[in-house]
């Protein structure tokens, strides 16, 4: 990936989360400006860019969409399924960046989408082991988990909101098949 489309797609993820309550319009503004550094150069996104931290709260709403044209991107509704999916997108590249640990992205997963995104449901499930550790299960077995459950996502394209190809089938873990209880 070219620094550009790098820089192209981090704008793009920071508008899916902002979209969605998950970022702080002056984070998109942030991206904005580095996307610029990277090198894209559009009337729009120089506007965006040159917003100031009390600007952005305003004028986001109104300066991204245009921004996000301009670079060929689309912003989704929050409220679509292909919107909450970029935002998940977003949110599993930050993980998979080292930017947000395993259990903090089921819990922003599980708090957000519960159950109900089909996308999402296995990060749902880990987020609820998470939660009942103190009745055993291991943080090291479920991190795991959610990493690959995290690579698989990151591996599925998609192309107007619908996945592009197969879609790798969801991680199920993994129970010993017989447990011993020694005395």
């Given at each position: 990936?070219?620094p550009?489309?790098?820089?192209?797609?981090?704008?793009?993820?920071r508008?899916?989360?902002?979209?969605?309550?998950?970022a702080?319009?002056?984070?998109?503004?942030?991206?904005?400006?580095?996307?610029l550094?990277?090198?894209?150069?559009?009337?729009?996104?120089?506007?965006l860019?040159?917003?100031?931290?009390?600007?952005?709260?305003?004028d986001?709403?109104?300066?991204?969409?245009?921004?996000?044209?301009?670079?060929?991107?689309?912003?989704?509704?929050?409220?679509?399924?292909?919107?909450?999916?970029?935002?998940?997108?977003?949110?599993?590249?930050?993980?998979?960046?080292?930017e947000?640990?395993?259990?903090?992205?089921?819990?922003?997963?599980h708090?957000?989408y519960?159950?109900?995104l089909?996308?999402?449901?296995?990060?749902?499930?880990?987020?609820?082991?998470?939660g009942?550790?103190?009745?055993?299960?291991?943080?090291?077995?479920?991190?795991?988990?959610?990493m690959?459950?995290?690579?698989?996502?990151?591996?599925v394209?998609?192309?107007?909101?619908?996945?592009?190809?197969?879609?790798?089938?969801?991680t199920?873990?993994?129970?010993?098949?017989?447990?011993?209880n020694?005395?």
């Amino acid at each position: 990936m070219t620094p550009t489309e790098a820089a192209a797609l981090a704008l793009h993820d920071r508008a899916a989360l902002w979209n969605v309550g998950e970022a702080r319009a002056s984070e998109v503004v942030d991206a904005a400006c580095d996307a610029l550094v990277a090198g894209l150069d559009t009337p729009a996104l120089r506007i965006l860019a040159a917003c100031t931290r009390a600007e952005a709260d305003y004028d986001v709403h109104d300066l991204l969409p245009p921004a996000l044209d301009e670079l060929g991107l689309a912003l989704q509704p929050a409220d679509s399924t292909a919107g909450q999916e970029a935002a998940v997108r977003a949110l599993v590249r930050q993980l998979l960046a080292d930017e947000l640990e395993p259990w903090e992205l089921t819990f922003r997963i599980h708090r957000r989408y519960g159950h109900g995104l089909a996308l999402t449901r296995r990060l749902a499930e880990l987020d609820d082991e998470y939660g009942i550790l103190e009745y055993g299960g291991s943080v090291r077995e479920i991190d795991a988990e959610v990493m690959a459950e995290a690579r698989r996502l990151a591996a599925v394209r998609t192309v107007a909101g619908r996945p592009e190809g197969p879609t790798p089938p969801p991680t199920t873990r993994h129970e010993p098949s017989a447990v011993k209880n020694e005395p």
